[in-house]
């Protein structure tokens, strides 16, 4: 079956980063998109920006633009995003989810990874 | 800035029809998907391209989208169905809604 798996959870000092990996099986890596979306606690989605697993393209968000970046790896069918500069304001859990991206637009996500717990404190 | 707005909190009898409405500018010109969130779980795609449904999703969950709205309407509502429910659009940009939570009681 379809499966996205992600990394552990992290505790992260205020200005240091964190690279989340999301290792994707059960479907061709590179025929799908990998969409990435974070929620603080109690609050809603977020979209943070998405991948092409096919030709690595990326669309980020404009408010992550210049501190995030997302690759992949179609060796081993992960994706990684990496979110630089953290604030306490980034405490969220991410999650990532294959997506399918038509003519740059994102038409659904499904299914989504476990999330992974990021926790930002000094 | 575009923007989505649903409502805060929604409430259905068992059994009952539970409609989640979702609204924005134009928002019947672009596709709309729904997603279901669980308390403590991954969102799960219900709703794709406005009516569509994913494999494995009860058939009791329908998605129209026409105007300024569109709707994710679960019939015969279970207790099982008692989560947040997220609407989202797309362009060149991702845009969730705010999220409705779906009490049944």
């Known amino acids: 079956q379809v499966q996205l798996v992600q990394s552990g959870a992290e505790v992260k000092k205020p200005g240091a980063s964190v690279k989340v990996s999301c290792k994707a099986s059960?479907?061709?890596?590179?025929?799908?998109?990998i969409n990435w979306v974070r929620q603080a606690p109690g609050q809603g989605l977020e979209w943070m920006g998405w991948?092409?697993?096919?030709?690595?393209?990326?669309n980020y968000a404009q408010k992550f633009q210049g501190r995030v970046t997302m690759t992949t790896d179609t060796s081993t069918s992960t994706a990684y995003m990496e979110l630089r500069s953290l604030r306490s304001d980034d405490t969220a859990v991410y999650y990532c989810?294959?997506?399918?991206?038509?003519?740059?637009?994102?038409?659904?996500?499904?299914?989504w990874g476990q999330g992974t717990l990021v926790t930002v404190s000094s | 800035s575009y923007e989505l707005t649903q409502p805060p909190s929604v409430s259905v009898s068992p059994g009952q029809t539970a409609s989640i409405t979702c609204s924005g500018d134009?928002?019947?010109?672009?596709?709309a998907c729904w997603y279901q969130q669980r308390p403590g779980q991954s969102p799960v795609l219900v709703i794709y391209?406005?009516?569509k449904r994913p494999s494995g999703i009860p058939e009791r969950f329908s998605g129209s989208n026409s105007g300024n709205t569109a709707t994710l309407t679960i019939s015969g509502t279970q207790a099982m169905d008692e989560a947040d429910y997220y609407c989202?659009?797309?362009?060149?940009?991702?845009?969730f809604g705010g999220g409705t939570k779906l009490t049944v009681l």
């Open positions: 989810a294959r997506g399918l991206v038509v003519r740059g637009v994102l038409n659904w996500s499904d299914p």
């Open positions: 059960g479907y061709t890596f590179t025929s799908y998109d």
């Open positions: 991948i092409s697993a096919y030709n690595a393209n990326t």
């Open positions: 134009k928002l019947g010109h672009r596709y």
């Open positions: 391209q406005d009516t």
């Open positions: 989202q659009v797309s362009d060149s940009s991702v845009l």
